[in-house]
Protein backbone atom coordinates (compact mmCIF):
# COMPACT_ATOMS: atom_id res chain seq x y z
CA UNK A 1 0.00 0.00 0.00
CA UNK A 2 0.99 3.48 -0.87
CA UNK A 3 0.07 6.47 1.35
CA UNK A 4 0.04 9.95 0.69
CA UNK A 5 0.32 12.84 3.15
CA UNK A 6 -0.75 15.93 2.11
CA UNK A 7 0.12 19.61 3.96
CA UNK A 8 -0.01 23.24 3.88
CA UNK A 9 -3.66 24.22 1.95
CA UNK A 10 -5.41 26.99 3.87
CA UNK A 11 -7.12 30.01 3.53
CA UNK A 12 -5.18 33.51 1.12
CA UNK A 13 -6.07 36.22 0.10
CA UNK A 14 -6.02 36.71 -3.71
CA UNK A 15 -2.27 37.53 -4.65
CA UNK A 16 -1.17 35.27 -1.99
CA UNK A 17 0.63 32.70 -1.76
CA UNK A 18 0.87 28.79 -0.73
CA UNK A 19 3.46 25.91 -0.87
CA UNK A 20 1.50 22.45 -0.81
CA UNK A 21 3.38 19.24 -0.22
CA UNK A 22 2.84 15.67 -0.24
CA UNK A 23 4.86 13.05 1.22
CA UNK A 24 4.62 9.70 -0.34
CA UNK A 25 5.49 6.07 1.82
CA UNK A 26 4.76 2.61 1.90
CA UNK A 27 5.52 -0.06 -1.04
CA UNK A 28 7.49 2.69 -3.24
CA UNK A 29 10.31 0.67 -5.40
CA UNK A 30 10.74 3.10 -8.11
CA UNK A 31 9.82 6.87 -8.16
CA UNK A 32 7.69 7.74 -11.29
CA UNK A 33 5.55 10.64 -12.17
CA UNK A 34 3.88 12.53 -9.40
CA UNK A 35 1.14 15.27 -9.84
CA UNK A 36 -1.68 17.75 -8.19
CA UNK A 37 -5.02 17.36 -9.29
CA UNK A 38 -7.69 19.77 -8.09
CA UNK A 39 -11.98 19.85 -7.86
CA UNK A 40 -13.69 22.88 -7.08
CA UNK A 41 -17.01 23.10 -5.62
CA UNK A 42 -19.56 21.26 -8.69
CA UNK A 43 -16.81 20.21 -10.96
CA UNK A 44 -14.77 17.86 -12.11
CA UNK A 45 -11.10 16.99 -11.17
CA UNK A 46 -8.46 18.47 -13.12
CA UNK A 47 -5.00 18.24 -13.85
CA UNK A 48 -2.69 20.73 -12.22
CA UNK A 49 0.43 19.68 -12.49
CA UNK A 50 2.76 17.00 -13.12
CA UNK A 51 6.85 16.40 -12.50
CA UNK A 52 8.18 12.92 -14.10
CA UNK A 53 11.00 11.10 -12.30
CA UNK A 54 13.68 13.16 -14.39
CA UNK A 55 11.91 16.75 -13.22
CA UNK A 56 10.31 17.48 -16.48
CA UNK A 57 6.88 19.18 -15.62
CA UNK A 58 3.83 20.11 -17.42
CA UNK A 59 0.84 22.52 -16.10
CA UNK A 60 -2.43 23.39 -16.76
CA UNK A 61 -2.85 26.64 -19.01
CA UNK A 62 -4.68 28.22 -15.67
CA UNK A 63 -1.83 27.88 -13.70
CA UNK A 64 1.26 28.28 -15.87
CA UNK A 65 3.68 31.09 -15.13
CA UNK A 66 1.88 30.65 -11.70
CA UNK A 67 2.40 27.72 -10.29
CA UNK A 68 5.11 26.00 -9.96
CA UNK A 69 6.14 21.78 -9.15
CA UNK A 70 9.15 20.37 -7.63
CA UNK A 71 9.95 17.06 -6.00
CA UNK A 72 12.22 15.58 -3.71
CA UNK A 73 13.27 12.03 -4.60
CA UNK A 74 15.44 11.24 -1.86
CA UNK A 75 12.07 12.05 0.43
CA UNK A 76 9.54 10.60 -2.26
CA UNK A 77 8.19 14.29 -1.91
CA UNK A 78 6.22 15.82 -4.36
CA UNK A 79 5.67 20.01 -3.74
CA UNK A 80 3.26 22.46 -5.44
CA UNK A 81 4.60 26.33 -4.67
CA UNK A 82 1.05 28.56 -5.96
CA UNK A 83 2.12 32.35 -6.42
CA UNK A 84 -0.19 34.95 -7.20
CA UNK A 85 -3.63 32.87 -6.42
CA UNK A 86 -6.69 33.97 -7.63
CA UNK A 87 -9.69 33.44 -6.63
CA UNK A 88 -11.07 30.58 -9.17
CA UNK A 89 -8.10 28.58 -7.98
CA UNK A 90 -10.03 28.12 -4.28
CA UNK A 91 -10.51 23.95 -4.91
CA UNK A 92 -9.75 20.84 -3.23
CA UNK A 93 -5.86 19.74 -4.37
CA UNK A 94 -5.14 16.36 -4.34
CA UNK A 95 -1.59 14.71 -4.87
CA UNK A 96 -1.43 11.82 -7.20
CA UNK A 97 1.05 9.15 -8.27
CA UNK A 98 1.65 5.75 -9.94
CA UNK A 99 3.44 2.47 -8.38
CA UNK A 100 3.42 -0.72 -10.31
CA UNK A 101 0.59 0.47 -12.48
CA UNK A 102 -1.83 1.76 -9.51
CA UNK A 103 -2.98 4.75 -9.52
CA UNK A 104 -2.78 6.47 -5.59
CA UNK A 105 -4.61 9.62 -4.16
CA UNK A 106 -3.79 12.01 -0.95
CA UNK A 107 -6.51 13.07 0.58
CA UNK A 108 -7.25 16.34 -0.43
CA UNK A 109 -6.35 19.77 1.13
CA UNK A 110 -8.52 22.79 0.60
CA UNK A 111 -7.22 25.67 -0.52
CA UNK A 112 -9.35 28.90 -0.60
CA UNK A 113 -7.95 32.35 -1.98
CA UNK A 114 -10.61 35.33 -0.71
CA UNK A 115 -11.26 38.11 -3.49
Known amino acids: QVQLVESGGGLVQAGGSLRLSCAAS????????MGWYRQAPGKQRESVAV???????NYADSVKGRFTISRDNAKNTVYLQMDSLKPEDTAVYYC?????????WGQGTQVTVSS
Open 96 to 104: TTVVVGRRY
Open 26 to 33: GSIFSINA
Open 51 to 57: ISSGGST
